[in-house]
């Protein structure tokens, strides 16, 4: 990808993140931590399956790719982790290094302002790395960052990937019939079979969970976050999520997916 063009979008994304980051609600760690916690052992949300894969992070080093507002870096440090969080928004930055220093991580967190292709970062370093919602941004140059990422993987290390997907033309209609609006940056569209193999070039490909359209119904149910929502709207919520996950066992039903959930080894 030419340098000019390149420039031009990490300015669009770093400009899209820093107004979102303007208007970030109050993050509170320890309630998000418990909801997380109790969902250990029978993950039902996205996060809480990319979570449970982690394992036991006390001690190991971590680095948050594309970390925003560095909720899930602070919830990694609180678990034990010594994590390093990179994004390319410098408000989004300010906003995770002042909840740092609020929730006394300062010392087992720390965020870089920059675009992660420019980042210094230690070969063979990182025990893990967290890539959630960071490659379908990257897709035009997805085999350059996948060797990137292979670099700073520890030996017996490995990267975390949940990233939304579309592994069959139908999706876009399935996406039409669900009256959820899009938030998003332009250049940014889900991975494709296309993309998947591209990943699998230079990492196993380990599933740990798909997620269909029948999950994405959660997001008119639950307008707010889940730890504040009413019992009835997070039982109604779960329920769907049950759904889905019955759903995605049907071998005709997973080319539906929508989120992927997935361990990437280095080959």
Not at 56 to 82: I, M, P
Not at 166 to 181: A, D, Q, Y
Request: charged share 25%; hydrophobic share 45%; with cysteine.
């Amino acid at each position: 990808m030419a340098e000019q063009n390149l420039s031009k979008q990490w300015s669009s994304e770093r400009e899209f993140f820093d107004a979102k980051a303007r208007t970030a609600p109050d993050f509170h760690l320890r309630k998000v931590a418990e909801r997380y916690e109790r969902a250990m052992g029978h993950a039902l949300y996205p996060l809480e399956v990319a979570y449970q894969g982690l394992g036991d992070l006390r001690g190991k080093r971590l680095l948050d790719v594309g970390c925003g507002l560095g909720e899930n870096s602070l919830l990694f440090a609180h678990w034990g982790a010594q994590v390093t969080g990179v994004d390319v928004s410098g408000e989004s930055i300010s906003v995770a290094r002042r909840r740092a220093l609020a929730f006394g991580l300062s010392d087992r967190a720390s965020f870089v302002e920059t675009p992660f292709e420019l980042a210094n970062l230690a070969e063979g370093g990182y025990d893990v790395i967290w890539c959630a919602a960071f490659l379908h941004h990257v897709l035009d140059r997805l085999a350059d960052i996948c060797g990137a990422l292979r670099k700073l993987v520890a030996p017996r290390g490995f990267v975390l990937f949940s990233e939304p997907i579309r592994l069959s033309r139908t999706i876009k209609i399935l996406r039409g019939f669900v009256p959820i609006r899009a938030d998003g940056t332009s250049d940014e569209r889900p991975l494709e079979r296309h993309d998947i193999r591209v990943v699998a070039g230079t990492f196993d490909i380990e599933p740990l969970q798909l997620f269909g359209p029948v999950s994405r119904l959660q997001r008119l149910i639950l307008t707010g976050s889940y730890e504040d929502a009413s019992l009835a709207r997070r039982s109604c919520s779960d329920s769907l999520y049950r759904m889905d996950r019955l759903l995605m066992k049907l071998p005709l039903m997973r080319p539906a997916a929508m989120v992927m959930v997935a361990k990437l080894q280095p080959r």
